[in-house]
T-cell receptor
Framework: GAVVSQHPSRVICKSGTSVKIECRSL??????MFWYRQFPKQSLMLMAT?????????EQGVEKDKFLINHASLTLSTLTVTSAHPEDSSFYIC???????????FGQGTRLTVV | GQNIDQPTEMTATEGAIVQINCTYQ??????LFWYQQHAGEAPTFLSY??LDGLEEKGRFSSFLSRSKGYSYLLLKELQMKDSASYLC??????????WGAGTKLIIKP
C-alpha cells in the first residue's frame, strides 16, 4: 500500500504553546487529507477534511481557529494546534487519499501531551 | 442518518475462530472497511467490501450484505498478536468514512 508519513510521533508541549503536526504522502499525490483525533479507548473522531489548495472543512464542534489545517501541496498537510491546553492531549492521526483511490492510508499518528 | 454498531469487546482463545459483527446505516453507501488498531498505533487496513459476499485474505475474511446493512470480520487460527481493536467503517457517497467505536478483541492462551 501507499505510504503516509506523520511527524512527530510524540510531542510534549507546555500549555499555551502551539504544535505543528505534519502529514506527508511519500509515493502518491494526496488530493484529500483527513485529520482525526482519538481519545483513549474511543474510536476515531474526524476533525476536518482538506482538499489540496482549498480550505479545510471542519466537523461540527471543531474550532477552526484552534486547529489550523494547511494542505498547500499534493504531498503535505499540516495540523497546528494553537494555544494548546491539557484537554487537547490526544492521539492525532492523519490519512490521505489519492484522486482515484477508495482507500485512505493512515499516518503513524502523533501522541500529543500538553502539560 | 449515519450509524455504525459493533460490539465493544470480545474474548477468544488462541487457535480458535472469532467473528466480529458490524451493522450500519449509511446514506449513499459506498463500501465497508475493516481496520485493525493496536493500542497506541494508527489503524491498518484489513479489507474493503462493496459487493455482497465473502472476501478471504489468508486468516482474515470479510463479509457484506448490503440489503441487511451488515458486515462481519472473521479471524481464523487466532494468534496472540491478533489482540487489538477492530474498527468497522462505512463509506458514504462523498467518500467520507463513518467509524464504529471499535471492538476490542482479547485473545487468551
Amino acid at each position: 500500500g501507499a505510504v503516509v508519513s506523520q511527524h512527530p510521533s510524540r510531542v510534549i508541549c507546555k500549555s499555551g504553546t502551539s504544535v505543528k503536526i505534519e502529514c506527508r504522502s511519500l509515493d502518491f499525490q494526496a488530493t484529500t487529507m483527513f485529520w482525526y483525533r482519538q481519545f483513549p479507548k474511543q474510536s476515531l473522531m474526524l476533525m476536518a477534511t482538506s482538499n489540496e489548495g482549498s480550505k479545510a472543512t471542519y466537523e461540527q464542534g471543531v474550532e477552526k481557529d484552534k486547529f489550523l489545517i494547511n494542505h498547500a501541496s499534493l504531498t503535505l498537510s499540516t495540523l497546528t494546534v494553537t494555544s494548546a491546553h491539557p484537554e487537547d492531549s490526544s492521539f492525532y492521526i492523519c490519512s490521505a487519499r489519492g484522486a482515484s483511490d477508495t482507500e485512505a492510508f493512515f499516518g503513524q499518528g502523533t501522541r500529543l501531551t500538553v502539560v | 442518518g449515519q450509524n455504525i454498531d459493533q460490539p465493544t469487546e470480545m474474548t477468544a482463545t488462541e487457535g480458535a475462530i472469532v467473528q466480529i459483527n458490524c451493522t450500519y446505516q449509511t446514506s449513499g453507501f459506498n463500501g465497508l472497511f475493516w481496520y485493525q488498531q493496536h493500542a497506541g498505533e494508527a489503524p491498518t487496513f484489513l479489507s474493503y467490501n462493496v459487493l455482497d459476499g465473502l472476501e478471504e485474505k489468508g486468516r482474515f475474511s470479510s463479509f457484506l450484505s448490503r440489503s441487511k446493512g451488515y458486515s462481519y470480520l472473521l479471524l481464523k487460527e487466532l494468534q496472540m498478536k491478533d489482540s487489538a481493536s477492530y474498527l468497522c467503517a462505512s463509506m458514504d457517497s462523498n467518500y467520507q468514512l463513518i467509524w464504529g467505536a471499535g471492538t476490542k478483541l482479547i485473545i487468551k492462551p
